[in-house]
Structures are given as C-alpha cells and as structure tokens.
C-alpha cells in the first residue's frame, strides 16, 4: 500500500483523483493509499470466501461485498473521513447504503495480504476497523497460508480469536456455526 503523494487532499480532491484514475484509491484523514493490483492467488481466496459467505448468509439480512466497493467508515464520535476498499465485507446493516457506496461499519471485513501492503493491513487498518467498531476483522496471508481472525472484546479492543496456517478449519465468532477449510482456500 502506497501513499499517493506526499501532501494532504480534502475529500473532495480525494473524489477528482478518483475519477481520473483507474488504481484503487482509500482516502485516510487526508491521505489517499493506492492499493497494488490484486495477484491470481488473491483474487483466487478473494472468490472462495466470498462464496463461502454468501452461500452461509443466503436468506439472512446480511450480504457480502467485494473490492472494489468504498466503505465509508462512520462514527460520530471519531473525526475525519475514512474510505477504505476491503477485499471483502459483510454488511448486515441496510441504512448506510448509497448508489455509489456504504457509510457506516461492516460487521466483517477481509483484508488478504499481498507483499507490498502488508503493514497497512496489519497495522493501520486493524486500528481502523477496532477504533470503528467492525465487530470481526480477518487477515488472509497468501504468502505463508494463514488465516488470522480478530473479534472485539466487551473492552472493544482485537483479541484474536482463531488462527491456522496451511490446514484445519477456520471458523467466525460473529457468524455462528461459520467454517472454512484452509486448504480449500489456499488451494491452487
């Protein structure tokens, strides 16, 4: 994940870069992150989870979403704008839903790793998704095959709650009686 441009741009400037640009663009207190293109790996997890959600959410008031899709995180509590493009969210909350994208909080979100945006997944946006209240945050990383699964606690502070490399199923705290093969996954 890089930083585009060393100087900070209103929302409005964030939208105009967007329009001109076909990278995928996430807007963070004034800063624009240009995501890396995805990898055949990634886009191969991305379609496998996105399935296995939406066939265990199908007839349920929750519905997944894949990149790129803009989440807006809303917080009335917590200052500045944030437009994020995870790879995959579970929205199970209708009201914040727009023609163009989502303002609120996913109950789930997805992030999968790809060797140059590792330490924004990892660091910022788990701050991010913790600070906004995104009940269950899952890093995928294709490059060793593990699945780490963080869930908020009464502190509304990540503990992690699952995590497997290679094989074994992983399974959701939100999302009772949710399980995926790791090997299905990673499979190639």
Known sequence: MNQFGDDSVSVEEYFQIRESSDALLEY????????????????????????KFGNFLEG??????????????????IEGTKIVI????????KSGF???????????VVEILSPSNQSHDLITKLNLYMSYGVKE????????N??????????KMYEQYDMKTDTGEITSKVFDGFRIDLKHIFEE
Request: charged residues 20%; proline residues 8%; negative net charge.
């Open 146 to 155: 593990t699945v780490t699964v963080y869930a908020l606690n009464d502190e």
């Open 137 to 144: 945050y899952w890093i995928v990383n294709p490059m060793l």
């Open 86 to 93: 995870p790879d995959i969210s579970i929205i199970c909350d």
């Open 98 to 108: 727009t023609d163009a994208r989502y303002v609120g909080v996913p109950k789930l």
């Open 60 to 77: 349920t008031s929750c519905e997944v979403f894949s990149a790129p899709y803009d989440i807006e995180l809303e917080d009335d509590t």
């Open 28 to 51: 963070i207190d004034g800063f624009v992150y240009m995501s890396p293109s995805p990898s055949t790996k990634h886009q191969r997890i991305s379609s496998r989870l996105q399935i």
